[in-house]
């Protein structure tokens, strides 16, 4: 079944730890997309990429990095966790199909840093 | 920049009646997309429904269906026979020639027994 999937679903982790989100998705889209949500529920893109070797930052500042060296693999990477990281991350991917289209979000990972 | 705007933070509705959900967005664009994206207590974001703007006729998936009102700049959901299950956060979004989602802060949404 086409899903998109996102690994670890809870993580707490120390101050200062580098930390790696997965995101993985078997539809062979080529757009994918990182969005933060706040505890407001509010939903804000930090990062996009429209292929392989394509990366962009999204319209929040954010302290991580991207990477898309395979289509199907999107991770997001915190080089030294903070409290201010805590959030929950969502992933999400799509591709224009003419009565099919809309993004397909994973179900995210809860990051709480401590 | 595009700017999606949700107006209600919170409703709730009786089950089994009927409830419409307000949103507004601002774009100078004349080809885009609108979506409604349902998050159920921590669960995946699911697609609602979704609206071309091109098209005048108004979307409609079983219970869903939206008024697209392009003019207005305004794009409601309303929710039939609300269920139990319809309780979850509704968040409004759209999509223009950026290829980027924007979402509006979401309305909260309680079905009532």
């Known amino acids: 079944e086409a899903d998109i999937y996102q690994t670890p679903r809870y993580l707490v982790i120390g101050t200062g730890k580098k930390i790696t989100l997965e995101c993985s998705q078997t539809?062979?889209?080529?757009?994918m997309y990182w969005y933060q949500q706040d505890p407001g529920m509010e939903l804000h893109l930090i990062h996009y990429?429209?292929?392989?070797?394509?990366?962009e930052k999204g319209d929040l500042s954010s302290e991580s990095t991207v990477s898309r060296i395979r289509t199907e693999h999107f991770p997001l990477t915190l080089e030294s966790a903070r409290p201010s990281h805590t959030s929950q991350y969502l992933c999400?991917?799509?591709?224009?199909?003419?009565?099919?289209?809309?993004?397909?979000f994973g179900s995210g990972t809860r990051l709480t840093v401590v | 920049a595009q700017t999606v705007t949700q107006s209600q933070p919170e409703m709730s509705v009786q089950e089994a009646e009927t409830v419409t959900l307000s949103c507004t967005y601002d774009?100078?664009?004349?080809?885009?997309?609108l979506f409604w994206y349902k998050q159920p207590p921590s669960r995946q974001m699911i697609l609602v429904i979704r609206?071309?703007?091109?098209?005048?006729q108004n979307a409609t998936e079983n219970r869903f269906s939206v008024n697209f009102q392009k003019a207005a700049k305004s794009f409601s959901l309303k929710i039939s026979d609300s269920q139990l299950g319809d309780t979850a956060m509704y968040f409004c979004?759209?999509?223009?020639?950026?290829?980027?989602?924007?979402f509006g802060k979401g309305t909260k949404l309680t079905v009532n027994p």
């Open positions: 999400a991917s799509s591709e224009y199909r003419e009565d099919n289209y809309g993004y397909t």
């Open positions: 539809m062979g889209h080529d757009k």
């Open positions: 990429s429209y292929g392989v070797n394509s990366t």
């Open positions: 774009t100078s664009e004349s080809n885009y997309y």
């Open positions: 609206q071309e703007a091109y098209k005048q």
């Open positions: 979004a759209f999509e223009g020639g950026s290829e980027k989602l924007v």
